[in-house]
């Protein structure tokens, strides 16, 4: 199995003058969910998501070689500029994970900076797009310091392997536009170890797909993702699930090619739903929508039906809710928004997204 073990790279004494690698990665939107895991981060059934634009994270990784190297990471870490001793922590450890694939990380002084475009607080899940950005500076880095990674294709298999390591809805941010991660029989080059790039594979109309986030609350969530993914292990309907994942992923993959906005529409909300009653059918229970969050749902069904406009939602592991749209109808749902939903979002606040190209370098 590809694991990408490494011990030759390790840097030659004296040889190395001090740098930055900086980049800026999206966040995603899952339309198929996983929701459950097994082994080394590795996925119960393969999923699809759009890679967002303006819901992204910079991070910049400076580095410069330490006299004695120890069995350890050195490493100082910024969280918009101010040093974050929890965030520090768990990059620390995560880079200590990486160490066998990595040896020179053991070599560097490194000071981290992260930044997010969104309110840290705002309920937006963070680690794809925090994740999958160290996963690109890392790689950036041993491509630099080695010329091993070359290739874009390597680059980004590597770096999707890597952000998977760190949170396994990451994998998919590495590509432009959508990402599918998890084998699946018909698909060629899909992996249960890293993701591979979509944007290929659907309609033009999903090319400027949107997504507005309405924020109903800021809040925490009660139940971590981790947790949530544990549960799935003795939940009764773990296997089901798993099996209905899997023909979601074939329907919805041939409604995405044909452009058949009223299939991906269907089984994009079911899966919605179906992550969240997972939730609530877990031992023991919990509910991560809120009461505004069903209101809107009610909303945007009525309005939809109503008008025709192909307007679908869908939802994250929280109460936020996820517009999906075709860029013709932009305006429209604009007007909708304006009108009958900010009343049930927190502060009205709504993060107007789109897809968008993927990581970035700055
Ligand atoms: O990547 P994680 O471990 O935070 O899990 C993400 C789970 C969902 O966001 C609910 C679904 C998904 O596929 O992104």
């Not at 309609?203 to 799935?232: N, P, T």
């Not at 919990?286 to 307007?311: G, Q, V």
Request: hydrophobic share 40%.
């Amino acid at each position: 199995m590809l694991d990408y073990i490494n011990p030759k790279l390790v840097i030659e004494r004296g040889s190395l003058s001090p740098g930055k690698v900086t980049w800026k990665s999206p966040s995603n939107i899952a339309l198929v969910k996983y929701w459950g895991k097994h082994g080394t981060q590795l996925p119960q059934n393969p999923s699809i998501s759009l890679t967002l634009d303006q819901a992204h994270t910079i991070t910049s990784i400076a580095y410069e070689a330490i006299v004695s190297p120890k069995e350890d990471i050195s490493l100082d870490f910024f969280f918009d500029d101010q040093p974050n001793a929890v965030f520090g922590e768990k990059v620390k450890n995560f880079f200590k994970s990486l160490l066998p694939i990595f040896p020179f990380l053991g070599q560097l002084h490194l000071t981290v900076h992260s930044t997010n475009s969104f309110p840290h607080s705002a309920g937006i899940a963070s680690s794809a797009s925090s994740m999958s950005a160290i996963a690109m500076c890392l790689c950036d880095l041993e491509n630099l310091l080695f010329g091993t990674l070359n290739e874009k294709n390597t680059l980004h298999q590597k770096a999707s392997y890597i952000a998977r390591l760190g949170s396994g809805s990451a994998s998919r941010s590495i590509y432009p536009i959508a990402g599918i991660w998890g084998e699946m029989a018909d698909v060629h080059q899909s992996s249960d170890l890293y993701a591979i790039p979509a944007k290929e594979m659907i309609h033009q109309d999903f090319h400027d797909f949107h997504d507005d986030i309405l924020i109903v609350s800021k809040k925490e969530k009660s139940v971590s993702s981790r947790a949530g993914h544990q549960l799935m292990e003795n939940n009764m309907y773990a296997t089901t699930r798993y099996l209905q994942a899997r023909q979601h992923m074939q329907k919805l993959l041939a409604a995405m090619q044909s452009g058949d906005l009223e299939t991906f529409g269907k089984i994009t909300e079911k899966e919605a739903l179906t992550l969240h009653a997972l939730m609530m059918a877990s031992s023991p229970p919990f509910i991560l929508m809120e009461p505004n969050t069903i209101e809107i749902i009610h909303r945007i069904r009525d309005w939809r039906n109503r008008t025709k406009n192909p307007l679908y939602f869908t939802l994250d592991a929280g109460p936020n809710v996820h517009l999906l749209y075709p860029k013709k109808i932009f305006a429209d749902v604009q007007s909708f928004i304006q009108d009958a939903l900010l009343p049930f979002c927190e502060n009205g606040h709504v993060i107007r997204d789109q897809v968008g190209p993927g990581p970035t370098q700055l």
